[in-house]
Structure formats: C-alpha cells, structure tokens
C-alpha cells in the first residue's frame, strides 16, 4: 500500500560504490523486504543464476520481457539482479505496478539494492549501463503488504480505517449483500467480526479466495472497485 521513487545509486554515503555505481546494468537503491514492480506489461521469461552470494546477483533472478512503456526497447528483455526473494514465477503476466521480486540483503551488504540491465543471454561488458542509465531513473518500488485480518491477532490502526471506510462506500447504498454502514461504527479503527463479513462478502462477489482476510490481491481489488465507483459518483 502506497510505493516510493528511487534514484540511481545515492544512499548518500561515503562510499563511491554506493553514490552513483553502473557497470553492466544500473544499480538502485530499495530497500529490504520491498518489491520491485513492472515499469509496464510485461512477461517473465525466465529465471537465472549468478552464483552464490558474495560473488554475483545470486539465484534466482528474473528476466523479464517488457511489452509496453519505456523499457520495452529492443527486445525488452532486462535482468532484475540482486532480488532473489518471492521472484514471480517464469511465465507470470505482469501490469505496471505489478511485483516482480523483493530485495534482500545482496551481497551481505546490509542495504538492498536492484541492477537493472539489458539481457540478451551473454555476458555484459563494464560500463553497459551508462546507456541506461536516463531510462532507469526514477524507478518505483513498494513495500510488503501486510494481511489484515481479525482475532486472534487482529489488526489495528490507519489502514483498517481506510478499508472500512472504502468498504461503506463500495457496499452503501445498496452495493453489495454486506449492506450500508452496519460494519463502520466507533470501534472501526480494529478489524473485527462485522469487518470481516463486510470482506468476506466483497471476496465472494469477486471470484477471490474467501477468508476474511486482506490479502494484498483483496486490496488491490477494493481499491479498484472504490475508485470506480468513486468516478462514477462524482
């Protein structure tokens, strides 16, 4: 929920490696745990190895063949090395915005970090990525999501406001078998039975797996639903 823009390079230490570093691809800054998403339609076409950790982009990265957008030049078939955690699977459809894999802490270096380059099967030459380097910046990553869900450990806060109240406007008036407002009272700020019914339902009217639970599939699908409906109001 919610994605951040990145530049080339910068963390801003002292160390040149870290201020501006292109050599085959270009490296960017994202930190651990966060997803690099698709730059627009696209396609994984494989998967790769570079060795073992410290000596490469690990196993496995993802190669992936970009049908629209700026990336898809060429070919439009880039490496997405340095990400080797939840790295979608050869053959995933992917739309802009899309995760393709989530930075982990490459190299043992404490930082995560992405290298985006052209693939073309072979061996790259240093300095590769200078070509690059005006079509990779910025570049947008988003964080993990974090499941909603009720007791036993149920969620709290901001972001069970935000979908009880997205969850009202897409059922109220009439919008959907959870009915107006009965979930959305003075207790909404945690994710409680009446939450869940309001989800479970949403989930049952959209073909998702139904389980009360926010996944982050659910969440991209009320958010949808919410904007459209939104558009359509005003």
């Known amino acids: 929920m919610g994605s951040k823009v990145y530049n080339a390079g910068g963390w801003g230490g002292t160390d040149a490696f870290w201020m501006q570093r292109s050599d085959q691809g270009q490296d960017f800054e994202i930190p651990i745990g966060h997803f690099i998403t698709s730059p627009g339609d696209a396609t ?5 190895s570079d060795g073992p950790f410290p000596n490469g982009f690990g196993s496995p990265y993802a190669i992936v063949q970009v049908h ?13 090395g340095h990400c080797n955690e939840d790295v979608a699977p ?11 894999a989530r930075a982990n802490n490459s190299l043992n270096a404490g930082r995560g970090w992405c290298e985006l380059g052209k693939w073309d099967g072979g061996p790259h030459p240093m300095g590769e990525g200078d070509q690059w ?3 990779f910046t910025p570049l947008i990553v988003k964080p993990p ?3 909603l869900h009720g007791a036993p450990n149920a969620s709290r ?3 069970v406001v935000k979908l009880t109240r997205r969850l009202h406007y897409i059922h109220a008036p009439g919008g959907g078998p959870a009915g107006g407002g009965a979930y959305l009272d003075r207790s909404y700020v945690t994710f409680k039975t009446a939450v869940r019914k309001a989800v479970a339902d949403f989930q049952d009217d ?13 969440w991209d699908d009320i958010e949808k639903v919410f904007r459209k409906q939104r558009a359509n109001r005003h």
């Open 133 to 135: 380097k005006g079509l």
């Open 44 to 48: 994984v076409v494989g998967h790769a």
């Open 206 to 218: 959209h073909g998702l797996h139904v389980d009360g639970v926010v996944g982050e599939h659910t």
């Open 157 to 159: 806060g901001i972001r």
């Open 90 to 100: 050869v053959g995933t459809k992917l739309k802009l915005g899309d995760p393709i």
């Open 68 to 80: 629209s957008g700026r990336f898809a030049v060429g070919n439009g078939e880039w490496y997405v």
């Open 145 to 147: 999501f974090k499941p």
